[in-house]
């Protein structure tokens, strides 16, 4: 008697025809570019920022488009924020943060029409979603009200300047908090202060004030005037503030310390340790990476609690492939507590996954690359089916 034949396995859909909407020549795109390669994959196009603000772009059927950050090109900052800065636009100005996400987020609701116009395409991210997590106020109400445990913030609109501030402050009975400019990255106007028992007030921040303008700097300061805390909160105020309570955090060597958790598809992947003398950790402003296993060591059994923390924040932006989490760990490494979710928080060259997670060996954007491919095999059609 003849035996059935075996099912036949279903057939691998066909590679994506991925491209990137980035900024030519940056490290973002070149490395996905290289995580594409190494996978086997064509190389990624390049949707340049640049063409999409001036408003020349054309998306291919069947084109899967990641979105990338449009940060670090003159060229595109000065059409996101110039026409709000004018004359005084410069690279480093802090201020004019509520005219970039304006255009920004225009910019998302463009293409995304333009990849609903292409037959096949489709977006790899989501434009709604990233627009929460660039307005840091909406996302902090997001993760609060989906019981994700994130500092306390001062509640009510943002404050319109210092005199505001304060009183809300000292009503609130909070002395230590973050200033956080609610559409900015990479701690550009990101401000520490802390009110002392005899009204001294002291601001720690890589803002540097001149001439009424203000600038970012790779220097991180200290002010002690309060008529120029005064001066630089008001130039603030104007793009929106988020506040939220400053919370102790636990260390590493002597050294203030917080976690960047790359969650991809759902799955805390790769962790980063950052520690700093001064309560600003980003490496860019003299944090330095610390030693993930001693973290895991301190934190002993609440380890897997600080990547679920982590993975529960991610869960809040279901259609975001990736996302990295800004985790603020308290009490020891015992627990963390949200700071910020990035949609473009993977930049970690040369970090590989956590050992035994879905990533081990894999840089970000090689686990971005993989969890791809298996959606793709997961979702392949079988055998015979219709296209």
């Keep these: 008697m003849a035996h059935p034949a075996p099912p036949t396995p279903p057939a691998p859909a066909p590679a994506?025809?991925?491209?990137v909407l980035g900024n030519p020549g940056h490290r973002r795109v070149t490395l996905f570019a290289a995580a594409a390669r190494a996978a086997g994959l064509p190389e990624p196009a390049v949707l340049p920022w640049r063409d999409v603000l001036r408003g020349s772009h054309r998306i291919a059927p069947g084109t899967l488009l990641r979105i990338e950050s449009p940060g670090e090109d003159g060229t595109v900052d000065r059409l996101l924020r110039g026409p709000a800065l004018g004359d005084g636009w410069a690279p480093t100005r802090v201020e004019g943060g509520a005219a970039w996400?304006?255009?920004l987020t225009a910019a998302l609701d463009r293409v995304?029409?333009?990849v609903r116009a292409a037959p096949g395409a489709r977006l790899l991210g989501d434009p709604d979603e990233i627009a929460v997590m660039f307005d840091k106020r909406r996302t902090h109400r997001l993760l609060a009200g989906s019981g994700v445990p994130v500092p306390r913030a001062l509640p009510g609109p943002s404050p319109a300047g210092w005199a505001e501030l304060t009183e809300r402050l000292s009503a609130a009975g909070l002395r230590r908090v973050f200033l956080k400019p609610a559409h900015g990255s990479s701690a550009s106007g990101v401000v520490a202060l802390e009110f002392g028992p005899r009204g001294q007030?002291?601001?720690?921040?890589?803002?540097e004030s001149a001439d009424g303008r203000l600038h970012n700097s790779l220097r991180v300061r200290r002010?002690?005037?309060p008529s120029e805390i005064a001066a630089l909160v008001d130039?603030?105020?104007?793009?929106?503030?988020?506040?939220e309570q400053w919370v102790p955090k636990a260390s590493q060597g002597g050294r203030a310390a917080d976690l960047r958790v790359v969650v991809v598809a759902g799955r805390a992947t790769h962790v980063v340790v950052r520690t700093s003398t001064h309560p600003m950790t980003n490496l860019h402003l003299g944090g330095a990476r610390g030693d993930t296993g001693l973290v895991r060591a301190a934190a002993g059994p609440a380890w897997p609690g600080l990547l679920e923390t982590a993975e529960r924040a991610a869960a809040c932006f279901p259609r975001s492939p990736m996302v990295g989490v800004d985790l603020l760990p308290v009490a020891g490494w015992r627990r963390g507590l949200v700071g910020e979710v990035n949609a473009f928080g993977d930049l970690l060259p040369g970090l590989t996954g956590l050992p035994g997670g879905p990533a081990e060996g894999l840089d970000t954007y090689g686990a971005q690359i993989a969890a791809l491919l298996a959606d793709r095999h997961h979702h392949a059609p079988p055998t015979g089916a219709s296209r």
């Design 235 to 243: 130039l603030l105020a104007p793009d929106g503030l988020h506040v």
């Design 101 to 103: 996400y304006a255009g």
């Design 223 to 225: 002010y002690r005037s």
């Design 201 to 207: 007030v002291l601001a720690t921040t890589s803002v």
């Design 16 to 19: 994506p025809a991925l491209a």
């Design 112 to 114: 995304a029409g333009a």
